[in-house]
Protein backbone atom coordinates (compact mmCIF):
# COMPACT_ATOMS: atom_id res chain seq x y z
CA UNK A 1 0.00 0.00 0.00
CA UNK A 2 1.20 3.25 -0.76
CA UNK A 3 1.05 6.68 1.08
CA UNK A 4 -0.17 9.10 -1.17
CA UNK A 5 -1.15 12.43 -0.49
CA UNK A 6 -2.48 14.87 -3.46
CA UNK A 7 -3.36 18.15 -3.55
CA UNK A 8 -3.63 18.89 0.06
CA UNK A 9 -4.95 22.61 0.83
CA UNK A 10 -4.95 23.43 4.83
CA UNK A 11 -6.38 26.81 6.02
CA UNK A 12 -5.60 27.35 9.91
CA UNK A 13 -6.83 30.21 11.89
CA UNK A 14 -8.58 31.32 8.84
CA UNK A 15 -5.32 31.74 6.79
CA UNK A 16 -4.36 29.29 3.87
CA UNK A 17 -1.24 27.48 4.92
CA UNK A 18 -1.16 24.69 2.76
CA UNK A 19 -1.95 24.76 -0.97
CA UNK A 20 -1.58 21.71 -3.43
CA UNK A 21 0.89 19.67 -1.67
CA UNK A 22 1.46 16.52 -3.37
CA UNK A 23 4.09 13.71 -2.23
CA UNK A 24 4.58 9.86 -1.90
CA UNK A 25 5.83 7.71 0.66
CA UNK A 26 7.06 4.07 -0.27
CA UNK A 27 7.80 1.14 1.52
CA UNK A 28 10.80 1.99 3.79
CA UNK A 29 10.94 5.35 2.90
CA UNK A 30 11.12 8.37 5.25
CA UNK A 31 10.27 12.05 4.06
CA UNK A 32 11.91 14.42 5.96
CA UNK A 33 9.79 17.88 6.41
CA UNK A 34 11.79 20.86 6.40
CA UNK A 35 11.11 24.98 6.46
CA UNK A 36 11.04 27.63 8.74
CA UNK A 37 9.28 28.02 11.93
CA UNK A 38 5.11 28.61 11.10
CA UNK A 39 5.46 27.18 7.69
CA UNK A 40 2.93 24.59 8.18
CA UNK A 41 4.75 20.95 9.19
CA UNK A 42 2.92 20.75 11.96
CA UNK A 43 -0.26 21.27 10.05
CA UNK A 44 1.03 18.91 7.74
CA UNK A 45 1.56 16.34 10.07
CA UNK A 46 -1.79 17.20 12.08
CA UNK A 47 -3.88 16.80 8.82
CA UNK A 48 -2.00 13.14 7.86
CA UNK A 49 -3.17 12.51 11.56
CA UNK A 50 -6.60 13.54 10.90
CA UNK A 51 -6.28 15.82 13.77
CA UNK A 52 -6.71 18.64 11.48
CA UNK A 53 -9.65 18.83 8.64
CA UNK A 54 -8.57 19.79 4.96
CA UNK A 55 -9.97 22.02 2.24
CA UNK A 56 -9.45 19.78 -0.09
CA UNK A 57 -6.73 17.20 -1.47
CA UNK A 58 -6.79 13.73 -0.16
CA UNK A 59 -4.43 11.82 2.33
CA UNK A 60 -4.21 7.76 1.04
CA UNK A 61 -4.14 5.57 3.44
CA UNK A 62 -6.33 7.34 5.88
CA UNK A 63 -5.74 7.92 9.73
CA UNK A 64 -6.13 4.29 11.12
CA UNK A 65 -3.08 3.87 9.51
CA UNK A 66 -1.03 6.46 10.95
CA UNK A 67 0.64 6.86 14.36
CA UNK A 68 1.72 10.12 15.24
CA UNK A 69 4.04 11.27 17.99
CA UNK A 70 3.51 15.42 18.45
CA UNK A 71 5.75 18.20 20.43
CA UNK A 72 3.20 17.19 23.25
CA UNK A 73 3.98 13.67 24.41
CA UNK A 74 0.67 12.57 25.42
CA UNK A 75 1.96 10.62 28.48
CA UNK A 76 0.05 10.25 31.51
CA UNK A 77 2.15 11.75 34.29
CA UNK A 78 0.44 9.49 37.38
CA UNK A 79 0.83 6.44 35.26
CA UNK A 80 4.17 4.63 35.54
CA UNK A 81 5.96 4.14 31.98
CA UNK A 82 5.19 0.07 31.56
CA UNK A 83 1.58 1.73 32.28
CA UNK A 84 1.68 4.01 30.16
CA UNK A 85 3.04 1.99 27.47
CA UNK A 86 0.55 -0.64 28.12
CA UNK A 87 -2.35 1.29 28.34
CA UNK A 88 -1.39 2.76 24.52
CA UNK A 89 -0.71 -0.78 23.13
CA UNK A 90 -4.06 -2.39 24.29
CA UNK A 91 -5.94 0.50 23.00
CA UNK A 92 -4.70 -0.40 19.35
CA UNK A 93 -4.97 -4.19 19.94
CA UNK A 94 -1.47 -4.45 20.71
CA UNK A 95 0.22 -6.52 23.69
CA UNK A 96 4.42 -6.53 23.45
CA UNK A 97 5.39 -3.26 24.55
CA UNK A 98 9.11 -4.99 25.56
CA UNK A 99 10.40 -4.16 21.86
CA UNK A 100 9.45 -0.42 22.41
CA UNK A 101 10.76 -0.84 26.07
CA UNK A 102 14.56 -1.73 24.52
CA UNK A 103 13.92 0.23 21.68
CA UNK A 104 13.83 3.69 23.63
CA UNK A 105 16.31 2.24 26.19
CA UNK A 106 13.13 2.92 29.12
CA UNK A 107 13.68 -0.91 30.82
CA UNK A 108 15.36 0.60 33.47
CA UNK A 109 12.47 3.15 34.37
CA UNK A 110 9.04 0.75 33.91
CA UNK A 111 8.46 1.23 36.75
CA UNK A 112 8.91 5.05 37.26
CA UNK A 113 5.86 7.16 37.02
CA UNK A 114 5.95 9.27 34.06
CA UNK A 115 5.48 12.43 35.99
CA UNK A 116 8.97 11.53 37.50
CA UNK A 117 10.97 11.66 34.23
CA UNK A 118 13.57 14.27 32.47
CA UNK A 119 12.66 15.52 29.42
CA UNK A 120 14.68 13.63 27.31
CA UNK A 121 13.06 10.46 29.41
CA UNK A 122 9.64 12.12 28.95
CA UNK A 123 10.70 12.23 24.98
CA UNK A 124 11.29 8.52 24.46
CA UNK A 125 8.77 7.08 26.24
CA UNK A 126 6.68 9.48 23.56
CA UNK A 127 8.21 7.86 21.00
CA UNK A 128 7.99 4.79 22.53
CA UNK A 129 4.21 5.36 22.96
CA UNK A 130 4.14 5.79 19.04
CA UNK A 131 6.30 2.26 18.37
CA UNK A 132 3.52 0.07 20.37
CA UNK A 133 0.87 1.27 18.38
CA UNK A 134 1.70 -1.13 15.61
CA UNK A 135 0.90 0.87 12.77
CA UNK A 136 2.83 1.53 9.49
CA UNK A 137 3.12 5.33 9.00
CA UNK A 138 5.22 7.10 11.57
CA UNK A 139 4.14 10.91 11.83
CA UNK A 140 6.90 12.45 13.82
CA UNK A 141 7.07 16.08 14.91
CA UNK A 142 10.36 17.42 15.94
CA UNK A 143 11.00 13.91 17.54
CA UNK A 144 14.66 14.83 18.46
CA UNK A 145 13.75 17.66 20.67
CA UNK A 146 15.22 17.27 24.65
CA UNK A 147 17.57 14.25 23.18
CA UNK A 148 20.84 13.66 23.78
CA UNK A 149 23.54 12.20 21.26
CA UNK A 150 23.19 8.30 22.04
CA UNK A 151 18.78 9.15 22.54
CA UNK A 152 19.24 10.55 18.70
CA UNK A 153 21.10 7.57 17.66
CA UNK A 154 18.78 5.45 19.51
CA UNK A 155 15.52 6.97 17.76
CA UNK A 156 17.50 6.86 14.52
CA UNK A 157 17.74 3.14 14.62
CA UNK A 158 14.05 2.85 16.06
CA UNK A 159 12.82 4.69 13.21
CA UNK A 160 15.37 2.62 10.33
CA UNK A 161 14.33 -0.69 12.10
CA UNK A 162 10.56 0.81 11.11
CA UNK A 163 11.42 1.33 7.97
CA UNK A 164 13.26 -2.08 7.21
CA UNK A 165 9.83 -3.87 8.22
CA UNK A 166 8.17 -2.05 5.26
CA UNK A 167 7.25 0.74 7.49
CA UNK A 168 6.87 4.66 6.65
CA UNK A 169 7.48 8.04 8.19
CA UNK A 170 7.13 11.17 7.66
CA UNK A 171 9.21 13.18 9.56
CA UNK A 172 9.81 17.14 10.66
CA UNK A 173 13.10 17.93 11.89
CA UNK A 174 15.80 20.25 11.47
CA UNK A 175 18.35 16.85 12.59
CA UNK A 176 20.36 14.92 9.61
CA UNK A 177 18.97 11.07 10.68
CA UNK A 178 20.40 9.36 7.91
CA UNK A 179 17.70 7.63 6.97
CA UNK A 180 16.65 6.38 3.36
CA UNK A 181 14.21 9.03 2.14
CA UNK A 182 13.58 12.57 0.57
CA UNK A 183 13.55 15.87 1.96
CA UNK A 184 10.38 18.29 1.27
CA UNK A 185 10.88 21.69 1.29
CA UNK A 186 8.23 23.59 2.57
CA UNK A 187 8.29 27.46 1.77
CA UNK A 188 6.09 30.66 1.71
CA UNK A 189 3.20 29.20 -1.79
CA UNK A 190 5.75 26.84 -3.13
CA UNK A 191 7.32 23.77 -1.84
CA UNK A 192 10.25 22.48 -3.95
CA UNK A 193 12.10 19.66 -4.92
CA UNK A 194 15.40 19.21 -3.61
CA UNK A 195 18.13 19.72 -6.93
CA UNK A 196 19.08 16.09 -7.14
CA UNK A 197 15.96 14.65 -5.99
CA UNK A 198 15.46 10.83 -5.62
CA UNK A 199 13.11 9.05 -7.52
CA UNK A 200 10.75 8.05 -5.02
CA UNK A 201 10.35 12.32 -4.29
CA UNK A 202 7.60 13.65 -5.54
CA UNK A 203 6.77 17.88 -6.16
CA UNK A 204 4.86 19.39 -3.66
CA UNK A 205 3.82 22.66 -4.05
CA UNK A 206 2.36 25.27 -1.24
N1 LIG B 1 -4.21 26.80 16.49
C1 LIG B 1 -3.93 27.64 15.50
N2 LIG B 1 -4.79 28.61 15.14
C2 LIG B 1 -4.51 29.46 14.14
N3 LIG B 1 -3.38 29.43 13.42
C3 LIG B 1 -2.49 28.50 13.75
C4 LIG B 1 -2.70 27.55 14.80
N4 LIG B 1 -1.61 26.77 14.88
C5 LIG B 1 -0.77 27.19 13.94
N5 LIG B 1 -1.27 28.22 13.26
C6 LIG B 1 -0.63 28.95 12.16
O1 LIG B 1 -0.47 28.06 11.08
C7 LIG B 1 0.78 28.31 10.44
C8 LIG B 1 1.57 27.01 10.37
O2 LIG B 1 1.92 26.61 11.69
P1 LIG B 1 2.67 25.24 11.96
O3 LIG B 1 2.66 25.04 13.43
O4 LIG B 1 2.09 24.21 11.08
O5 LIG B 1 4.15 25.60 11.45
P2 LIG B 1 5.51 24.80 11.63
O6 LIG B 1 6.20 24.80 10.31
O7 LIG B 1 5.24 23.46 12.23
O8 LIG B 1 6.27 25.71 12.67
P3 LIG B 1 7.43 25.38 13.74
O9 LIG B 1 8.68 25.07 12.96
O10 LIG B 1 7.54 26.67 14.50
O11 LIG B 1 6.94 24.24 14.62
C9 LIG B 1 1.48 29.41 11.23
O12 LIG B 1 1.29 30.63 10.57
C10 LIG B 1 0.77 29.41 12.55
O13 LIG B 1 0.77 30.68 13.14
Redesign the pocket.
Known amino acids: MEMNVTDLAVT??G?R?LEAVSFRVSAGRAVVLR??????????LRTLAGLQLADSGSVEPGPEAMAYASHADGIKATLSVRENLTFWAKLHGMLDISNALRDFNLETLVERPAGSLSAGQKRRLGLARMAVTGRPIWLLD?PTVSLDTDSVALFASAVERHLAQGGRAVI?THIDLGLDGEVLQ?GPFKAEAPEDPHEDFHEAFL
Open positions: RGMVGPNGIGKTTLEAL
